[in-house]
């Protein structure tokens, strides 16, 4: 017997309409970072995916997506005012 985990399937075609259950997303993304034994892990198995499902539905909304670090800071804004944002969350951890 296998002690690898399967991953979970891939919903198809969600009904739009029902709207998600955030409580229900949450616990689902925590119980995910709860399998990953390393950093490396975590980051490939759900922030990179994550990080990336943010991009692509910000991007196409014409939204640009600023992850800063440390501990959290996510950004969405337009092109426009993208870099000053950057800008002043920089300056004011530099301070």
């Known amino acids: 017997m296998s002690s690898k985990k399967k991953s979970a399937p891939r919903r198809?075609?969600?009904?739009r309409d029902q709207g998600a259950d955030p409580e229900a997303l949450m616990?689902?993304?925590?119980?995910?970072?709860?399998?990953?034994?390393?950093?490396?892990?975590?980051n490939e198995q759900v922030i990179l995916p994550f990080a990336l499902a943010l991009e692509k539905v910000c991007s196409a909304r014409g939204y640009i997506l600023n992850i800063y670090g440390e501990?959290?800071?996510?950004?969405?804004?337009?092109?426009?005012n993208a870099e000053t944002i950057y800008h002043m969350v920089d300056d004011y951890l530099d301070q």
């Open 12 to 15: 198809k075609n969600r009904d």
């Open 27 to 42: 616990t689902d993304m925590i119980a995910r970072m709860e399998d990953c034994p390393t950093a490396e892990s975590l």
């Open 71 to 80: 501990k959290s800071n996510v950004v969405v804004s337009n092109e426009d």
